[in-house]
């Protein structure tokens, strides 16, 4: 099967083939950055039954050698032009992303890395061929997590990508076992099954599980970088590479560099730098018109004003709330907040139940190195000195590291792993969890000594049903941050029915994923 190619890869790597001087190492090394040709040459060499399975575009390309790559090239017949040079963009800094994550991690081969990372963009050019109108929301569909392009797929086609992959992908074993993998994780209504815990070291599916998450961590960096508003996206990447990967905050930033980087090699190599250029200017000139939390809930209103006042006088905050009511983004708010003290100091996030208690200490304390095979980095409490601490999910954290940090907070001083002279801090920390740690402590689930160091200002932000007058407002603000372009008054007339009875149990995700789907359907009906 031969998927959409883009044409400025085709045309480069035609040249490359019929010019003698070019080693064909160079085309086995460029091949992989179109997506579509990619997929169809491994599927085509592995059609024949007879062979080993072939892995890799260097194996493919000894086997075939430049003629068979050139005949390969030149059955291509389906073009994508420019307008979708967002989508090559997608894939090629998910696929830098996870080569970069792969030197570290060392969970596959390089090649097997980058093909995870790609395989949501296969799925979007299979979707092409099956339903040629996905082109008209394909910009849309980039922004958002995978299993919101499942739901928004299955709403509008009955079909969505990962069962296009599924149906399509016959080879190699070891994509097709990713993908029956991402089948039983994400289901047809966009869920996403909790796969925190790892299979065996030993068994068949423990690479398979690595694939799946590198793709995972590999599309938040490409969200983070294409669109730097999408906020969610940047957190998402910060939380999983640290949580499937181990790779510490201080190390964080400069990964991202390094895949923008590798991102304009790659497009200098096939000549399009104007575009690369243009991406990343829009990027790096995006500025936030500053993070806000608004509401028009009385109560609500109330509980932020007591919170601002904590704010200012720099105590610790508490909040918490169902899932997506808006936790991480008052706690972003309020450390941007103009009379924050500590406004301009650093601000960090520990996602507390993504972490073992090793590495959970090791995030926050850092390690001195050489010590039982440690490596040296800064932990948080030494990067956010004078800042503040985001700990998310903290009712998460095992009740012995919670006495353990009640006695570090109490100090204000703590040990490097490996260390043996103290070091001291000064941070300021915002506290979230679904569960009242207050309630929590009378049923001897949360350290009261942790609480009682802490002594935190409490505040609670109630679920979308139970605060219907934001639901709308909220929705408008979605609406105009994405230009989603939902002005037609009947729909919105019809939306404001919804927003009064739907429960909305998934809260701000429902919400948008509900506008993100209007958009997308909005745009195949024009």
Same mark, same amino acid.
């Given at each position: 099967m031969n998927l959409p190619v883009f044409e400025h890869t085709i045309t480069s790597l035609h040249s490359i083939v019929n010019n003698e001087k070019e080693p064909l190492q160079k085309v086995s090394r460029l091949i992989k950055y179109d997506p579509g040709l990619y997929f169809s040459l491994l599927q085509n060499v592995?059609?024949?039954?007879?062979?080993?399975?072939?892995?890799?575009?260097?194996?493919?390309?000894?086997?075939?050698?430049?003629?068979?790559?050139?005949?390969?090239?030149?059955?291509?017949?389906?073009?994508?032009?420019?307008?979708y040079l967002l989508l090559w963009c997608y894939s090629v800094l998910a696929g830098e992303a996870a080569t970069l994550i792969n030197e570290k991690a060392d969970i596959a081969e390089e090649e097997e890395a980058f093909f995870a990372a790609i395989m949501s963009s296969i799925g979007i050019l299979l979707m092409?061929?099956?339903?040629?109108?996905?082109?008209?929301?394909?910009?849309?569909?980039?922004?958002?997590?995978?299993?919101?392009?499942?739901?928004?797929?299955?709403?509008?086609f009955r079909t969505n990508l990962v069962e296009q992959l599924d149906k399509n992908i016959s080879a190699p074993k070891v994509y097709k076992d990713t993908i029956s993998l991402m089948t039983t994780i994400f289901t047809h209504d966009g869920q996403r099954k909790d796969y925190s815990e790892h299979p065996s070291r030993?068994?068949?599916?423990?690479?398979?599980?690595?694939?799946?998450?590198?793709?995972?961590?590999?599309?938040?960096?490409?969200?983070?970088?294409?669109?730097?508003?999408?906020?969610?996206?940047?957190?998402?990447?910060?939380? %999983?590479?640290?949580?499937?990967?181990?790779?510490?905050?201080?190390?964080?930033?400069?990964? %991202?560099?390094?895949?923008?980087?590798r991102f304009e090699d790659v497009c200098k190599e096939f000549r399009v730098e104007q575009f690369s250029e243009r991406f990343i200017a829009s990027a790096e000139n995006y500025h936030s018109s500053g993070i806000s939390f608004l509401t028009k809930s009385e109560p609500l209103k109330n509980s932020l004003e007591k919170a601002y006042v904590a704010n200012r006088e720099e105590k610790n905050i508490f909040i918490y709330g169902e899932t997506?009511?808006?936790?991480?983004?008052?706690?972003?708010?309020?450390?941007?907040?103009?009379?924050?003290?500590?406004?301009?100091?650093?601000?960090?996030?520990?996602?507390?139940?993504?972490?073992?208690?090793?590495?959970?200490?090791?995030?926050?304390?850092?390690?001195?190195?050489?010590?039982?095979?440690i490596e040296k980095h800064k932990g948080a409490l030494e990067m956010a000195n004078g800042g503040t601490i985001l700990l998310k999910d903290i009712d998460r954290v095992p009740l012995n590291l919670q006495d353990k940090l009640s006695e570090i907070f109490c100090r204000d001083e703590f040990y490097k792993i490996g260390e043996t002279s103290p070091a001291f801090f000064d941070i300021r920390f915002l506290i979230t969890s679904k569960k009242n740690i207050f309630e929590e402590t009378k049923?001897?689930?949360?350290?009261?000594?942790?609480?009682?160091?802490?002594?935190?200002?409490?505040?609670?932000?109630?679920?979308?049903?139970?605060?219907?007058?934001?639901?709308?407002?909220?929705?408008?603000?979605?609406?105009?941050?994405?230009?989603?372009?939902?002005?037609?008054?009947?729909?919105?007339?019809?939306?404001?029915?919804?927003?009064?009875?739907?429960?909305?149990?998934?809260?701000?995700?429902?919400?948008?994923?509900?506008?993100?789907?209007?958009?997308?359907?909005?745009?195949?009906?024009s």
């Open positions: 592995n059609s024949v039954a007879t062979r080993a399975e072939i892995t890799s575009i260097s194996q493919a390309i000894s086997l075939i050698g430049a003629e068979g790559v050139e005949n390969h090239i030149l059955q291509q017949d389906y073009f994508l032009a420019e307008d092409f061929m099956q339903h040629p109108k996905h082109k008209q929301i394909c910009d849309l569909l980039l922004r958002v997590p995978i299993e919101h392009k499942i739901f928004i797929e299955e709403k509008l030993f068994s068949v599916a423990h690479k398979s599980f690595q694939l799946l998450q590198l793709m995972d961590v590999s599309e938040s960096a490409a969200r983070s970088i294409l669109f730097p508003s999408v906020v969610e996206a940047q957190e998402k990447f910060r939380e %999983l590479s640290k949580r499937f990967f181990k790779i510490p905050e201080n190390e964080i930033e400069e990964l %991202l560099a390094d895949i923008v980087e997506s009511v808006g936790k991480r983004l008052l706690a972003i708010a309020l450390h941007h907040h103009p009379d924050n003290p500590r406004k301009t100091k650093p601000f960090l996030s520990i996602h507390c139940g993504t972490l073992d208690s090793e590495t959970l200490e090791i995030e926050l304390f850092g390690a001195k190195g050489g010590f039982l095979g049923e001897g689930r949360f350290s009261e000594r942790l609480l009682r160091v802490l002594k935190p200002v409490s505040i609670y932000i109630p679920p979308l049903r139970e605060r219907r007058e934001d639901i709308e407002f909220i929705g408008n603000s979605v609406i105009e941050k994405y230009n989603l372009n939902l002005t037609d008054k009947a729909l919105l007339l019809g939306l404001k029915e919804y927003y009064d009875t739907h429960a909305f149990p998934g809260n701000l995700k429902d919400l948008k994923r509900l506008l993100f789907y209007l958009s997308a359907k909005h745009r195949l009906e």
